[in-house]
């Protein structure tokens, strides 16, 4: 095969135009299929709505969208990394209080704008120095293997419907044919999920039970409506305690903007620029907040998707987002999407995860990171061992108290900062960003 049949283009191995209206459809079906089950988790999680996270996880993807020059084929979802922030200030999903936390996340997106004015002030290089292959590549890893045990639970449900989602996906990715390999977690899911309907492993009793069309969007939940009584202490609580948690989020950020260009085959940290795509995520994530839903963050899933389909083009990812908002005002279809099985997610999700962390180990491999250097073995090791030791640790991240206030560092926010850390201070370290050498931006862009 000749190089030029090799490098895939901006839209992949498959010409997404070529594919026809029908077909980008059902692509962008299985984008938000993808996207679905974690975005949905973190709602339930927290006690927040589920048609109101569904809205502005698709609103949210188009403003990035926008924002990004409709460059990036990136979907943002709903934050696993607020987790501990919600929990802290409403620990039981109270109505009275997720407000002031969704505020506390909304000044939290605030931060990604104070990153984006950096770069856009001395460059993305000065900034990029931080984040070689060494550090972004074990961080992508890292992201992966912290999302295993959420798949590994899901797939405990019911493994033999989970096996059959993940058979499904391998068959029709290896030996499917036209766009049956192309669809591969569409194809997994409804498969799946027929099968379990019909041995009775379903309970549709919710959807019976939703209506048809309704607003996703309830004043009494959003920030707004805490100001007609006021609670100042835990107002500036709730920003002090969930604030810092961008500090892990905007390093995922960066790590996903890796992963996706690593995919792709595209440096989109030089173009549309990082400074753009960290506007769009934080700017995502600070409206939702306002309005009641979710931080948002780019979906590592969906890179998954890219990953298996080879279709890159943004206007499928644009399609998934048209689908999140429609589905946001029918709680009905919203019910039958979430009457799927829980192994049925665990089993595609499984396959999607692993895909999360292989890109972090081709990151390494295709960057030749050199491994007999004793710096960059123990900045690797360390962000390992610390984002993932952390994470299934019996506390599930690291806390420490300032004043009255207890604030909460995940597995990932330590281990990245450990490791961006440490590749500052350690001697020997000889990388060198370049936006004119896509080789040199912490991510191999040649497929």
């Known amino acids: 095969m000749s190089k030029e049949k090799v490098v895939i283009g901006e839209e992949g191995l498959f010409d997404a135009k070529q594919l026809g209206v029908p077909k980008m459809l059902v692509l962008g079906l299985q984008h938000m299929f993808a996207m679905f089950g974690a975005t949905v988790v973190v709602p339930a999680l927290t006690g927040l709505d589920v048609s109101t996270t569904l809205l502005f996880a698709g609103l949210g993807t188009l403003l990035f969208h926008f924002l990004a020059k409709g460059k990036v084929p990136a979907f943002l979802g709903s934050s696993f990394a607020f987790l501990a922030g919600y929990w802290a200030i409403a ?80 068959v029709c990715n290896i030996w499917g044919k036209g766009m049956i390999k192309i669809v591969p977690i569409i194809m997994g899911v409804i498969g799946s999920y027929l099968v379990a309907a019909v041995t009775g492993n379903v309970d549709f009793t919710p959807v019976k039970e939703a209506a048809w069309i309704g607003l996703p969007i309830h004043w009494e939940n959003t920030v707004f409506s805490i100001f007609s009584n006021l609670d100042v202490s835990l107002l500036i609580t709730a920003v002090i305690t969930i604030m810092p948690i961008a500090l892990a989020t905007m390093v995922e950020h960066i790590g996903d903007m890796s992963a996706i260009s690593s995919t792709v085959g595209r440096n989109y940290i030089k173009d549309p620029g990082l400074h753009r795509t960290l506007i769009g995520d934080g700017l995502a994530t600070a409206i939702a907040a306002l309005f009641g839903a979710p931080a948002n963050t780019t979906y590592g899933e969906n ?98 108290t300032i004043g009255n206030v207890t604030i909460s560092l995940s597995g990932l926010a330590v281990g990245a900062l450990t490791g961006i850390i440490l590749n500052a201070i350690l001697p020997g370290k000889d990388y060198e960003f370049d936006e004119e050498k896509p080789s040199d931006t912490g991510v191999n862009f040649e497929v």
């Open 91 to 170: 620990p039981n999903g109270e109505p009275e209080l997720l407000p002031y936390a969704c505020f506390g996340v909304a000044c939290a997106g605030l931060l990604y704008l104070v990153l984006a004015a950096l770069i856009k002030a001395f460059g993305t290089s000065k900034v990029m120095r931080f984040f070689p292959p060494i550090v972004t590549g074990p961080i992508i890893i890292a992201i992966g293997l912290n999302l295993s045990q959420s798949a590994i639970d899901n797939c405990a449900a019911n493994w033999w419907i989970a096996v059959l989602a993940i058979i499904i996906v391998v």
């Open 303 to 400: 890179t998954g998707v890219l990953s298996l389909t080879k279709v890159y083009d943004p206007v499928v990812i644009r399609i998934a987002a048209g689908f999140a908002i429609l589905f946001a005002f029918s709680p009905k279809v919203g019910a039958v999407i979430s009457c799927m099985p829980t192994a049925t997610l665990g089993g595609v999700s499984l396959v999607l995860y692993g895909m999360i962390s292989a890109v972090g180990v081709r990151n390494v491999v295709e960057n030749k990171v050199d491994f007999t250097k004793s710096r960059n073995v123990i900045i690797a090791a360390l962000i390992l061992v610390l984002s993932i030791g952390i994470n299934y640790s019996a506390a599930g991240a690291i806390a420490f």
